[in-house]
């Protein structure tokens, strides 16, 4: 069976010390001209928690350390794509954003109160709905890999 039309994206939920959370407007695709959060597909040869990461850093220019993963969205596009996407709870290792913006891919970033995103309908419906059923995050603990059979680097438990 080939796989060719199953999309892995991740998403990076990111807040501050005060409780504000990262947001940026995209300037292309299904989320022109909403807030949302920083977010991008899994490359070749690397691992879900490190392509967000990768995505924070390319989008925001903030470097960040994966806690947990807060959920999982899952659809399909025009009845043929598998489109797939884990949301990750990810703490910042600082909070200065340091992307120029704009730029071929981001119109702004910006650290956002809960209050202002709630009464802002530009807001992506998905994080409307973290906000008001916020949980705790399912913890990710990397490990070396179980060995020669599966071929991996490492595999990462849910607790």
């Known amino acids: 069976m080939m796989r060719d039309k199953v999309w892995l994206g991740v998403n990076a939920i990111v807040m501050n010390e005060k409780g504000e959370w990262l947001l940026l407007k995209k300037q292309y695709g299904g989320m022109r001209g909403m807030w949302s959060t920083p977010a991008g597909f899994v490359d070749n040869g690397e ?3 490190q392509a967000v990461l990768r995505e924070l850093y390319e989008e925001t220019g ?11 969205r899952t659809g399909v596009i025009k009845e043929e ?4 996407m884990i949301l990750f709870l ?3 290792l600082s909070t200065q954003i340091t992307v120029t913006v704009p730029n071929d891919e981001i119109e702004i970033v910006a650290w956002r109160s809960p209050q202002s995103i709630l009464q802002d ?3 992506s419906p998905m994080i409307h709905h973290l906000l008001n059923d916020m949980s705790e995050p399912i913890t990710l603990t ?7 059979k599966f071929n991996y680097t490492h595999y990462h438990l849910f607790t």
Not at 142 to 148: F, R
């Open 47 to 49: 691992t879900a928690d």
């Open 62 to 72: 903030i470097q960040g350390e994966v806690i947990g993963i807060m959920g999982l």
């Open 81 to 84: 794509i598998s489109d797939n």
């Open 90 to 92: 990810v703490k910042p």
């Open 121 to 123: 309908d530009t807001v």
């Open 142 to 148: 990397s490990t070396v890999s179980p060995g020669k």
